[in-house]
């Protein structure tokens, strides 16, 4: 059993920002008139501006309909006209007219996320959308030949072409899925992880991207719960509930595998037998240890023999400074995150030789396994696991949906087992036509049901 103390989550490093409060603090008691109209100093005449925008745009956004803040939103960076001598527009014109890009940049975007965090927080969705296709405008409305609005338009269209546009993207991306057919969009939420991991962010594209991320995984743990309830109807039923999953009908199929490995022998068992057992042994005991634990039970012979010996060789090499050291929990966490590189992807971003092996070999359910029993005993490594996860679909991101369709169908496996095993609702299988347990070798699929049942309470509702 875990305890208590066991290594924390890693914590983000501190963000370097502006006196701008976070979305979850009040700002009433702030007013953009007390801000300083003038400095000496051309960096801190920016910072000033930029400062005068984000209030602006940040108050706006909690006290106005999405509407009218995408309208003062277009008619400040989209179509302007600056006709009213507001303080927002005095601001731009002061940033714009450094003639310093990033800096208008970096204001563009922490306006864009205020917005977008905004609207995730109140699940509207919709105007994420909306506001990716106002900045989409092939054309921008910009009328004069000005210094202003040539660098205006111009920093714009370049904000358009870059990275950061295509994160802004990724917020929309649920809502373009069937128009661009686009197989990556179904891995958002893991797309979203390296954005609020990065401390050069500012605090409202993390906070954005971290909570569109866990409400899309919310979503699909809710979706294949119901799917699942719904599998135990008649056929003519099953067809009224979306298979959130690309698997098909193997899914129902994939789900009693994993949930017939119960008792005595189940991945949660071993995993608190592998840490009870591991306590007080030296870091080069707990390597070798590993390695056992995670190939027990494992079904084909070959890939156990390949897994072994690679694993083997990469575990001699690992932390060996630390050899003779007592274990400690954060020698766990490293080493389980090491462990999740070996099998996914490495530091240089390329796809490790384990993953390919297993994965591209039909083999991907045992691969599944593997990542999750690193999860069991290191909890803590789960959002460093998104993260490779995320670096594996962009790497094959850019190979079409039938060129890499069994790294999709890995996607898809461990997109389960984590919901599986992980958040609040429990799967049970259960015979309908006797009280056996079931065999992970042989399971009639007719007689087992699956229930998901919430923790604490009853089995979701059929209705």
């Known amino acids: 059993m875990l305890s208590q103390s066991f290594v924390s989550q890693p914590k983000i490093n501190q963000l370097r920002v502006i006196r701008i409060p976070s979305f979850d603090n009040t700002v009433s008691n702030i007013e953009i008139d007390e801000l300083p109209s003038q400095f000496n100093k051309q960096g801190k005449h920016i910072a000033a501006a930029q400062e005068r925008i984000w209030l602006f745009f940040l108050n706006v956004a909690k ?18 006209s600056f006709d009213c001598n507001l303080e927002i527009e005095k601001a731009l014109k002061i940033i714009v007219l450094s003639q310093n890009e990033q800096e208008f940049r970096n204001t563009l ?50 904000f358009m072409k870059s990275q950061d546009y295509q994160e802004v993207k ?25 954005q609020y991991l990065n ?46 999953t690309a698997l098909g009908d193997e899914a129902l199929r994939l789900i009693k595998k994993v949930l017939a490995k119960n008792g005595a022998f189940s991945h949660v ?45 990469k575990l001699d090499a690992l932390y060996q400074h630390e050899d003779r050291q007592a ?17 996914t992807i490495d530091k240089n971003n390329q796809p490790s030789e384990l993953f390919v092996l297993i994965a591209s070999q039909g083999n991907a359910l045992t691969l599944g396994i593997l990542l999750l029993k690193v999860l069991l005993i290191s909890p803590h490594s789960r959002t460093f696991l998104e993260l490779c996860m995320s670096k594996l679909v962009d790497y094959y991101g850019n190979y079409s949906e039938q060129d890499c369709q069994w790294v999709i169908n890995f996607l898809e496996v461990i997109q389960i087992i984590l919901t599986l095993y992980t958040g609040d609702i429990k799967y049970n299988l259960v015979n309908m036509e006797q009280e056996t347990s079931p065999s992970q070798i042989m399971i009639d699929e007719n007689s087992y049901r699956i229930f998901p049942q919430i923790h604490g309470e009853g089995y979701l509702s059929q209705n």
């Open 63 to 80: 006290s106005a309909a999405p509407e009218i803040v995408l309208t003062k939103f277009e008619k400040l960076f989209i179509n302007p």
């Open 109 to 158: 975007k922490r306006c864009i996320y205020i917005l977008l965090n905004t609207w995730i927080y109140s699940r509207k969705y919709q105007y994420a959308q909306i506001l990716i296709e106002k900045l989409s405008v092939p054309h921008l409305n910009y009328s004069g030949s000005s210094t202003f609005l040539r660098s205006l338009r111009s920093w714009i269209i370049n």
């Open 170 to 194: 990724l917020f929309a991306s649920r809502y373009d899925r069937q128009q661009t057919g686009n197989w990556k969009s179904r891995y958002t939420s893991y797309l979203l992880t390296p």
């Open 199 to 244: 401390s050069e962010n500012s605090l409202e594209q993390r906070q954005a991207a971290r909570r569109l991320s866990q409400q899309l995984q919310d979503k699909y743990k809710f979706d294949l719960a119901m799917y699942t309830v719904h599998s135990n109807r008649t056929l003519s039923s099953k067809s009224k509930v979306k298979n959130p």
């Open 269 to 313: 068992n071993l995993a608190a037998i592998f840490l009870n057992q591991t306590q007080g042994i030296s870091y080069r005991q707990f390597k070798q240890s590993l390695l056992n634990y995670l190939i027990f039970s494992l079904e084909s012979a070959e890939i156990v023999k390949s897994i072994k010996m690679q694993l083997t060789q």
């Open 327 to 343: 274990l400690q929990n954060i020698l766990i966490l490293r080493t389980a995150n090491r462990m999740i590189e070996y099998l």
